[in-house]
């Protein structure tokens, strides 16, 4: 018996491994990439074994060289929780990711005598750091880890960075690559930029919805895990179990976030998450890999009547960033679940571990869908802490570049990522295996919304604080920034158009 629940738990994993690294198929509904696990059998005493797949790079001596990730940080509460934990370990400390790391690390330092280093600088330093060594023509940084609104795009756009499709060994069709952001993110064929199993910090960076499961009894409301598995947990259904639960707790006669009791927590981002998640981009890509603008679709528009509706409930729905500079607003967002006075809560995945000491009993959920017909829940990847691996423009050994950085991500396959799904899948901040199924449905099919990341026209960023302005006139602004986002497309392209394939 011990043998076939060790077999049973094993193949449960492998098998949400295997969906969760996949990276996400066609965001707007399209036919999913499959990816097959293959199985080698058994061991001795019967438990099933995944296959591993692996790269085939041979080893090759580096004579000690020194491989550089440069990461930065943010010294803000409210950004603590976005610094890297998946770059580097000094040592074993009996954390689970801090292990993996450095397990990881010692694997690939070994099969190329290399050492890895991570260099950490403060966040406005990030582009002055990677811009001057370019111009110097240093080659310093191996690999540089930007964010992606922040510094991806002046940093890519200014030709600092390298097409990823151009370094040799770097095989980005591989499952240990996520396959949303290569598919989202090229531009004309050009990518400069990957996310993948070598970061967790993507996954924390994934946008989903968490419940509370006492208020769920409390007032008679359906399980909505069942109404996620029907495929029926549209934004409609979202407003309408938000609707009607409101309480003025303290009898002040007025709602206040720290008193009373909503149905819906939302942030800035949520507007933009809820268009992802809708099956609509701002701006999408043609045939041809180019941008073109898609915001403003008849479905764009219907998602936009949900968020309105949302976005001015005072009564049910409270909005974090109104609240910004008042007090740590993630910290109350928190502090609402545990204190049973929220039923729905928009998070980034990071924020799951913030409840690990809530008693009472949360659940998580993949962003809402349009209706019922749209065919799968689509998760959306936030540029303002999303990351990715990208190699500066002076690298002088693509050779070793390439090897290093595609063996580390398949390595972190099995290490690094594997311990990130203990921490969320066996107990320690999720609570059932129903968020087990969830989790699975968030990682494997995330997409990326370029009009958002590069905020052509400045488009994205009116979209991103519509929530916390109350101002909902998106057919009027979208007219007044429409001409401007175009013209930053066709600058962005021209960029790149002369970057060149390397």
Request: negative net charge; hydrophobic residues 40%; proline residues 3%.
């Amino acid at each position: 018996m011990k043998n076939i629940k060790t077999t049973l738990l094993v193949l449960a994993i492998c098998l949400v491994f295997a969906a969760c690294s996949s990276g996400g198929a066609d965001q707007g509904g399209g036919a999913e990439t499959a990816e097959t696990t293959e199985w080698a059998g058994t061991q001795n005493d019967g438990e099933a074994v995944a296959e591993r797949i692996y790269p085939d790079l041979a080893a090759v001596d580096y004579g000690g060289y020194e491989f550089a990730f440069l990461t930065r940080t943010i010294q803000n509460e409210d950004w603590a929780d976005w610094n890297h934990r998946d770059i580097f370990a000094e040592e074993e400390n009996g954390d689970i990711i801090n292990d993996a790391v450095y397990g990881r690390n010692r694997k690939i330092e070994a099969k190329y005598n290399i050492k890895i280093s991570e260099i950490v600088v403060e966040h406005p330093n990030f582009l002055t750091k990677v811009s001057q060594s370019v111009k110097a023509g240093d080659d310093i940084y191996d690999a540089v880890c930007p964010h992606l609104n922040a510094e991806l795009v002046p940093l890519s756009q200014a030709g600092n960075l390298i097409d990823l499709f151009s370094i040799p060994h770097l095989d980005l069709a591989k499952p240990w690559w996520n396959q949303g952001c290569v598919r989202d993110l090229s531009i004309g064929g050009r990518l400069f930029i990957a996310s993948g199993d070598l970061f967790i910090l993507d996954n924390d960076s994934m946008e989903a919805m968490i419940f509370n499961k006492v208020l769920i009894q409390e007032y008679g409301l359906e399980i909505p895990y069942d109404i996620v598995k029907r495929g029926e947990w549209t934004f409609d259904k979202l407003i309408e179990m938000s609707s009607g639960i409101a309480k003025d707790l303290n009898g002040d006669g007025k709602m206040y976030i720290k008193d009373d009791l909503f149905g819906c927590i939302i942030q800035a981002s949520t507007e933009n998450s809820f268009i992802v998640s809708g099956g609509e981009k701002i701006v999408n890509k043609d045939s041809d890999d180019y941008p073109i603008i898609t915001f403003g679709s008849e479905r764009c528009y219907q998602i936009l009547d949900a968020l309105t509706t949302l976005i001015h409930d005072d009564q049910n729905v409270v909005h974090l960033h109104r609240y910004m500079g008042q007090f740590p607003v993630y910290d109350e967002q928190a502090k609402m679940m545990e204190e049973n006075r929220a039923l729905f809560s928009w998070i980034l995945m990071r924020i799951v571990e913030k409840l690990r000491g809530m008693e009472t009993d949360f659940g998580i959920l993949p962003l809402p869908k349009l209706d019922k017909q749209q065919p799968k829940y689509i998760t959306n990847n936030n540029p303002n802490t999303g990351v990715g691996a990208s190699v500066p423009s002076v690298a002088a050994n693509l050779e070793r570049t390439g090897m290093i950085l595609e063996d580390l991500c398949a390595e972190s396959r099995y290490t690094l990522q594997s311990a990130y799904y203990e921490i969320n899948l066996r107990g320690k901040f999720v609570r059932d295996n129903d968020s087990q199924e969830m989790l699975d449905l968030i990682l494997s099919n995330t997409a990326y919304d370029i009009g958002y990341i590069y905020d052509f026209g400045g488009f994205g960023g009116v979209v991103l604080w519509s929530g916390t302005n109350k101002k909902t006139n998106f057919a009027s602004d979208f007219e007044k920034h429409k001409d401007r986002m175009q013209k930053d497309i066709d600058k962005m392209v021209d960029a790149y158009e002369r970057i060149g394939k390397q």
